[in-house]
């Protein structure tokens, strides 16, 4: 099977791999985003988790090839394993699921063992069809982080991966960036006691080339994550589908019910619920009405208190709840419509890619070299990219910034122009 891909170009399908890209678990990522509510700020960014995990595939195959071609022997049995688990690894994805998982952790995370437990079931067409071939064991072992070597679970989830590097291009892509790297990064992948490892080392000599594509690629992620990932307007309708979510969840939205729905069909869902708030948050995400950012605040105006916000703040956390409806009240607005964002702190895990030198193998941000001070300068600032944002609707955001003024007592480092 041949599939034409405008980022990866051609990508050619084995009759097994074939067969599990056509379980209906896997055709469902059709309508699932790769990345969210990022469509409503760039509207390129219309591409899914089916599109990506083709890709990841992909990636995945370029880089056996090239550990293949620098003397690494890895049975074709071995490689389809790999292969397979690249184009299903993002099966557990639910709709908006990064919007409510990670920050406000309304259920575990996309990746948590339940879920994979039930989507490799043999009550689903995947878990049938991966058993029928022969691989369902392995693949899940790879899956879950405990593939039969471990670098066939390092190649698609580790720092520097076949996720990555697929992401990092698609993502630019439909965005409209002109961002991308250099395809000689493939050639620094090697073997290193059957872990994965970039190789910055050739004949007992560092390779700057291999030094500079690393932090070139880990530049272009950060770039992705102060432009796009985290941009305001992609932040507040995720703010907003999320708290949403929070209500429904109270009563009779289980996440169950996310696991055989597409992003339109689940926003339908919730603009349906009886809940007036939660049908209202998302008419107004569909429709583009976003709430606006009232009050922000960065590490820079919070300083040692920031870890102190987080702890209350974030996740599941009944002192956000309880703020947010404090300053609904003191702005004369209704509960739901003043939202918190408060995410746990930002790092930056690429930098801690394992690479080869002539002292061996360590973490590039452990790395004593010129490059050093560039790797700790990137994870530094990706670190300060983290916000306290408090949105509300756009009507109202000057008497929510006064309450939450009042609140925190400092200044938010936002102020919305006249106008």
Known sequence: MLVRDPVQGDIYLTENERAVLECKEIQRLRGIKQLGTAYLVYPGCVHTRFDHSLGVLATARRIL???????????????????????????????FGHTFEDERQIWPRHDSGHRLQYFLSPETELGQTLRRLGVLEPVRAILQGRGPRPWMSELIASTVDADLLDYLRRDSYFAGLRHDYDDRIFTYFILVDDHLVMNMSRHQQERPDARSEILHLLRIRYYLTERVYLHHAKVASGAMIAKAVEIASRTWLREEQLYTLSDELFLDLLTRFPDATVAELAERVRLRRLYKRAYVLSGASLGGQ????????SGQSRDREHLEETLARRAGLRPGQVIVYCPKATFF???????RTTRGVMPLSSL?????????ALAREYGE????????????REAVRRACEEEFGLPSEYRAEAG
Not at 306 to 313: G, L, Y
Not at 385 to 396: N, Y
């Open 65 to 95: 090839r090239h550990l293949e071609w620098a003397g690494w022997s890895i049975p074709p049995e071995e490689q389809e394993l790999v292969t397979i688990a690249a184009l299903i690894h993002d099966v557990t994805h639910v709709p």
């Open 306 to 313: 920031t870890a102190q916000i987080i702890q209350r703040f």
């Open 349 to 355: 895990k690429e930098v801690a890619v394992p690479v």
């Open 368 to 376: 004593d070299s010129p490059l050093s001070g560039d790797v700790a």
């Open 385 to 396: 990219l983290w916000r306290l944002m408090v949105f509300a609707p756009a009507e109202h």
